[in-house]
């Protein structure tokens, strides 16, 4: 498996198999964020290609192939919110169900295992959603994207310090969060 620097290199010099192997790789970080801001399945994935087709234009203007993560995640935030900034200000469109269309067979884990993760993830997101905004971006970004306190700093330009009290209160608010809507969780 070749590292995010020479991947990103190789995309550079027009490789189309490095380019699958880095969005393939970066997929579902990039589909994450996405969907944190938009709630949506659909919708997120539509992001997410948009997203990959602006990091593909944007890859010659990048300059430091061992922070590629952290910008690929902020270029993934900004044009998310851009997209939600420009739904407010136009009227939700409304979609055409497709009849008779067929379910595609399970690929994944037993309907057990799926059964109980969406459970857990719906659990998270009800928890998550009392939160407010500042929190949730927090938990999104260190907890689940695994971003370093610094790299966070610097995306929402806000200091170190302010960032880690932020990010302990949040993990605690979401504890107590989760704790009240399932008191059996964790037991």
Same mark, same amino acid.
């Given at each position: ?5 020479? @991947? ?5 010099? %027009? ?41 593909? !234009? ?16 902020? +270029? ?20 055409? !169900?497709? !009849?008779?269309? @067929?379910?595609?067979?399970?690929? %994944? ?6 059964? +109980?993760? %969406? ?19 927090? +938990? +999104? ?9 610094? !790299? ?36």
């Amino acid at each position: 498996m070749l590292d995010v620097a020479t @991947l990103v290199q190789r995309c550079r010099h %027009g490789d189309d198999l490095a380019w699958e192997a880095l969005v393939r790789r970066y997929h579902g970080r990039v589909y994450a964020v996405a969907y944190h801001y938009l709630r949506e399945r659909d919708e997120a994935r539509d992001m997410a290609q948009e997203i990959f087709i602006r990091i593909y !234009e944007q890859l010659p203007s990048f300059s430091s192939d061992d922070r590629f993560v952290p910008w690929m995640i902020r +270029l993934a935030r900004n044009a998310t919110i851009d997209r939600l900034r420009r739904q407010k200000a136009r009227p939700p469109r409304s979609d055409v !169900e497709v !009849e008779g269309a @067929l379910p595609l067979p399970a690929t %994944g884990p037993s309907p057990e295992e799926a059964s +109980l993760e %969406g459970s857990r993830r719906r659990l998270l997101y009800r928890a998550m959603d009392g939160m407010n905004e500042k929190s949730r971006e927090i +938990l +999104l970004l260190k907890e689940i994207q695994g971003l370093k306190i610094e !790299e966070i700093s610097r995306m929402l330009a806000v200091p170190v310090g302010t960032i880690k009290s932020r990010a302990s209160r949040a993990r605690i608010e979401l504890a107590s969060r989760v704790r009240h809507l399932d008191p059996s969780y964790g037991v």
